[in-house]
Structure formats: structure tokens, C-alpha cells
């Protein structure tokens, strides 16, 4: 088989552009992989807001079942003075 110069030039730039190819991918990953650990790190901090959000929520609901509490003891006491003020005025 003689060696045909054309043909050898054709084998160097199919050989020379896989390389490229292989580094175009290689620069690919690696920039995929990049942006794999950023949205992994978005998503780590993204969990712990919503931890923060649902600790906030709960004290929030434990705040208001408090006040709720408390307007069921005071509101009637209040009424009462009311009562008693109006009966000590028209006495």
C-alpha cells in the first residue's frame, strides 16, 4: 500500500480535530461541573431559609395562640368593667 499524501493530510485533520473535540468536551464538563456545584450550593442555602421560614412560622402560630388566649380572658374582663362603669354612672 503506497502511502497517498492526501490521504495521510486527511487521517492528521480528522486526528487533529478530534483532539480539539476532546478538548472543546473536556472544557464543556468542566464547566458543567461548575455550574452543578453552584446550583448544589443554591439549593443547600435555599433548604435552610425554608428551615428559617418554618421555625418563623411556628413561633408565629405559637405567638398568636397566645394572643388568642389572652383576648378570651381579657375581652370578658373588659366587658365586665364596661358594665360595672355604666351601672356605677346611671346608679
Do not use: C, H
Amino acid at each position: 500500500m503506497s502511502e497517498n499524501p492526501a490521504l495521510l493530510k486527511l487521517l492528521e485533520e480528522i486526528r487533529d480535530n478530534q483532539r480539539l473535540q476532546l478538548e472543546r468536551q473536556a472544557s464543556s464538563l468542566k464547566i458543567q461541573q461548575e455550574q452543578f456545584a453552584m446550583a448544589q450550593k443554591q439549593f443547600e442555602r435555599a433548604e435552610k431559609i425554608n428551615d428559617q421560614a418554618e421555625k418563623l412560622q411556628a413561633k408565629s402560630a405559637q405567638i398568636i395562640g397566645g394572643a388568642r388566649k389572652m383576648i378570651m380572658v381579657v375581652l370578658p374582663a373588659i366587658i365586665l368593667l364596661l358594665v360595672y362603669l355604666t351601672w356605677l354612672m346611671f346608679r
